[in-house]
């Protein structure tokens, strides 16, 4: 049994003629024909009552439709997960990600990249940047994506600038400058991360502090006037424009920091792809937020 005869016999037996299942494969009639009855040869059955020119699937093809559909639709996967692996494009990819990019930045990000690569399985997990290095180094990511300051030049892919937040009914906000030793007296909504074991906090300043592990929890907890914190622009820019949010006039903040990606497999295509687009949405999309 080979895989043209089987597709014949279903394009034939979806098509309703010969003639019509040809023009749907781009082959000949007699072509078609031919393969179709070396499959009721190799099954010893007839699949279509022939009659003139009319063509009628038999009862037992047509239990056996659904099955050739299935085994049709496995050989196509099978080419096209090989020519994939030819290409060099992952069966694959485990994506870890911080959230300092906007969510709907990357729910349009992976729809378009299931649009280019459909035959690649994607994994995301969330977690702080600061944990990425371990994910990377012990397999259990391919690529990751994040803000670190700290990041290695060969690693960085552009600059996200930082702000220090308030809600406006904080009474931080009433100050015209905010020195360390103002925000010191209030509790700081701090990004909290695993590091040798230990939870550690990101640029403590006072003794009271709230630590959370995602900036869209630590920005949520300054909104309803939890606190102060430093926060990636990208994740508050709406908030400031409609004024929920306000900046501080403050040096204590960072002006900006690095947006960066670890990689296992730079060079494969799916991996490839999704590092150009997070570069191109720093220095287009999101250039000077």
Request: proline residues 3%; hydrophobic residues 40%.
């Amino acid at each position: 049994m080979r895989i043209e005869q089987v597709e014949a016999f279903v394009k034939t037996a979806e098509c309703g003629s010969f003639a019509n299942a040809a023009i749907a494969l781009g082959m000949r009639r007699s072509t078609v024909s031919a393969a179709v009855s070396a499959l009721e040869d190799e099954l010893a059955i007839h699949l279509f009552q022939r009659s003139g020119n009319s063509l009628q699937i038999t009862p037992i093809a047509q239990s056996l439709l659904a099955d050739s559909q299935r085994l049709l639709q496995s050989a196509i996967r099978i080419r096209q997960l090989s020519n994939q692996h030819l290409e060099g494009i992952e069966s694959e990819l485990r994506v870890a990600r911080d959230d300092a990019l906007p969510e709907v930045f990357w729910h349009q990000c992976m729809h378009d990249l299931h649009v280019e690569f459909p035959q690649t399985s994607t994994s995301v997990y969330l977690l702080p940047t600061q944990e990425h290095h371990e994910f990377i180094d012990n397999g259990i990511v391919d690529i990751s994506f994040g803000v670190n300051n700290a990041v290695d030049p060969n690693f960085r892919l552009g600059m996200i600038e930082q702000r220090t937040v308030v809600s406006p009914v904080h009474p931080l906000a009433n100050l015209a400058q905010v020195t360390e030793s103002d925000l010191s007296q209030y509790t700081q909504i701090c990004l909290t991360f695993l590091q040798k074991g230990q939870l550690v906090i990101q640029n403590q300043i006072g003794r009271q502090y709230s630590g959370l592990t995602m900036y869209e929890l630590i920005r949520d907890a300054v909104l309803r006037g939890d606190g102060w914190a430093i926060l990636p622009t990208t994740l508050i820019q709406t908030h400031l424009k409609q004024q929920q949010l306000v900046s501080l006039a403050t040096e204590t903040a960072l002006s900006a920091t690095y947006f960066q990606c670890l990689s296992r497999q730079a060079n494969r295509k799916v991996a490839t792809w999704l590092k150009n687009r997070v570069t191109h949405a720093l220095t287009h999309e999101f250039k000077g937020w």
